[in-house]
């Protein structure tokens, strides 16, 4: 019987209560008029999940499947699905689209009250953590043909907020550009480091292990400092171009004192664009970066059409997401709470990603 990995609702206070993991039996879903039915292959953990599980989330869906990323093959269709689908989609490789409700505007979702990230939320029920799911046939992409599932699992929710980011906020995404991105070995700072080396940009890392930031360098990085160095951003200043001795932008998820080093790198008129704060959920704003004109933008998540954008430069480019650990089977709970275990502790360098079928034929290089 198909299975759901789901969370089990317990008393506690945001941030102290940990749900724990649980394993439901599901019927198998019959898709319905233009939808498909996707037997998932693998599915990879975001820091949502994490706090999902501490409920520091919020519109938490309880006795829904969890995870926004997976990828699987499309083994049935609807009545009603577009004329290309049988040979577009029907026992093809796909991905799933990680955001519903929001189309095309580059300014934000046209409607917040249809708009929601998948996986145990209350708006969508929606979930990459179970044996198959139904979805509508234009929310899954093809998966680009030189990625395993385990690869195309772990591209959709870090890489369309890294795409978001740096292509369509900073304005930036352009060779020569001088780019930080701050907390080197999460999924969403390591595609914007892939993207911003494939574009040309002159991308900078910081993080605080001195062996994530090698592994940076020898992904394109042009260097990188530990955040634990006293006064980094001096450290930094040395390392920039001599003809470009400032950064244009900074693509930051961990907040903290970002705005206080970064204005004193960024050019008048650079662009801090922050998609998480993992050190806390406030920053101070400076008056050095408003006599700068630096502008601070918020980004998570995007757009249908930014997502088709992100998933057509990966084709091109040939990009391959960075696997840091994956574990098999959908059953085997203790390994995946061993997952984000590694996710609390920052242990990871790419993504944790979770097997659901063993049997379907993964790329066993990345294990």
């Not at 006599?291 to 601070?296: T, V």
């Amino acid at each position: 019987m198909p299975r759901s990995l789901t969370i089990k609702k317990i008393d506690g206070k945001p941030g102290q209560v940990y749900y724990p993991l649980q394993l439901d039996d599901v019927p198998r879903p019959v898709p319905g008029p233009g939808e498909v039915l996707v037997k998932i292959h693998a599915a990879a953990l975001n820091h949502r999940d994490f706090y999902i599980r501490q409920q520091l989330y919020p519109g938490i869906g309880f006795g829904r499947p969890l995870l926004s990323d997976g990828c699987g093959t499309v083994v049935e269709l609807g009545p009603n699905c577009s004329p290309t689908a049988s040979s577009l989609l029907l026992n093809k490789l796909v991905v799933l689209v990680p955001v519903l409700g929001w189309d095309s505007d580059p300014n934000g979702p046209e409607d917040l009250a249809k708009y929601a990230v998948i996986g145990a939320s209350n708006r969508y029920p929606h979930g990459a953590a179970q044996d198959f799911i139904v979805v509508r046939e234009a929310d899954v992409e093809r998966c680009p043909d030189h990625l395993s599932p385990v690869e195309g699992a772990a591209l959709p929710l870090c890489g369309l907020t890294g795409w978001r980011a740096l292509v369509t906020k900073s304005r930036n995404a352009k060779p020569g550009r001088n780019i930080l991105v701050t907390g080197i070995g999460g999924g969403v700072a390591l595609q914007v480091l892939q993207l911003g080396v494939a574009i040309g940009c002159n991308v900078f890392v910081t993080s605080g292990s001195d062996a994530k930031i090698d592994k940076a360098v020898r992904m394109g990085a042009k260097g990188g400092i530990s955040y634990k160095t006293e006064v980094w951003e001096k450290q930094l200043q040395k390392m920039l171009p001599a003809d470009r001795a400032f950064l244009d932008a900074v693509i930051d998820g961990a907040g903290g004192d970002i705005i206080a080093k970064a204005s004193r790198l960024l050019k008048p008129g650079g662009v801090i664009c922050s998609y998480g704060m993992t050190v806390g959920p406030k920053m101070d704003w400076s008056m050095q970066a408003v006599l700068k004109h630096i502008d601070l933008l918020g980004c998570t998540t995007g757009s249908r059409v930014e997502f088709q954008a992100f998933m057509e430069f990966v084709r091109e480019h040939r990009l391959r997401p960075i696997i840091s650990r994956t574990v098999k089977g959908l059953d085997n709970i203790e390994p995946i709470d061993r997952l984000f275990q590694d996710m609390k502790l920052g242990q990871q360098f790419g993504k944790l990603v979770i097997e659901v079928d063993s049997t379907s034929p993964l790329d066993k290089s990345l294990i």
